[in-house]
């Protein structure tokens, strides 16, 4: 089965660039999908389809997909992006989630 | 707006069954995908099954095949889960969502707590 590896945890200070890293094999041609789940609250879409925004996300979220590691960039990181980040594709008629990475905002 | 409202969720004993429901509503629910994602506490998040959109075709992870069962009713713009012979490593919040064009979900359901224990 597929697997996706992401680092546990990523600390970025407040209004410098964070990113996350989400590595699978040959990922580059698939489409990653990104989630932040903040403390008790569901997991909301935040990038679809390797570097799309849906309506709401800030500009500062942006996505990239190569070879075998996708990354998940935020820009000028606020207080409120701290929370648990999840990649995810979908495999063979699955979906694989990566483990997380805990965001922490200095 | 696009809303997703999970119930059914509780204690149950091990052994035991539940039906999960998720109600949908400010969508054609019947023109969507849908499916199901687990997270045990304290961990990360966990595919269950996935719906098409007239029920005809489900697929579940490897380790749940036989024991859950996803269906839908789309007369009553409702997602289901039942879930049979259930363990303590079933104890987990069960989230619906919706699955949009390229595979991604959302949005996502608020959740509904699963607690297998004796």
């Known amino acids: 089965s597929y697997e996706l590896t992401q680092p546990l945890s990523v600390s970025v200070a407040l209004g410098q660039t964070a990113r996350v890293t989400c590595g699978g094999k040959n990922i580059g041609g698939k489409n990653v999908h990104w989630y932040h789940q903040r403390a008790g609250q569901a997991p909301v879409l935040v990038i679809y389809r390797d570097n799309n925004r849906p309506s709401g996300i800030p500009e500062r979220f942006s996505g990239s997909n190569s070879g075998n590691t996708a990354t998940l960039t935020i820009s000028s990181a606020q207080a409120g992006d701290e929370a648990d980040y999840y990649c995810q594709v979908w495999d063979s008629s699955t979906w694989v989630f990566g483990g997380g990475t805990k965001v922490t905002v200095l | 707006e696009v809303q997703l409202v999970e119930s059914g969720g509780g204690l149950v004993q091990p052994g035991g069954s539940l039906r999960l429901s998720c109600a949908a509503s400010?969508?054609?629910?019947?023109?969507?995908?849908m499916t199901w994602v687990r997270q045990a506490p304290g961990k990360g998040l966990e595919w269950v099954a996935n719906?098409?959109?007239?029920?005809?075709?489900?697929d579940y992870v490897d380790s749940l095949k036989g024991r859950f069962t996803i269906s839908r009713d789309n007369a009553k713009n409702s997602l289901y889960l039942q879930m049979n012979s259930l363990r303590a490593e079933d104890t987990a919040v069960y989230f619906c969502?919706?699955?949009?064009?390229?595979?991604?979900?959302?949005?996502w359901g608020q959740g509904t707590l699963v607690t297998v224990s004796s």
């Open positions: 969502a919706r699955v949009m064009r390229d595979a991604e979900f959302d949005p």
């Open positions: 400010g969508f054609t629910f019947n023109t969507y995908r």
């Open positions: 719906i098409n959109q007239d029920g005809s075709d489900r």
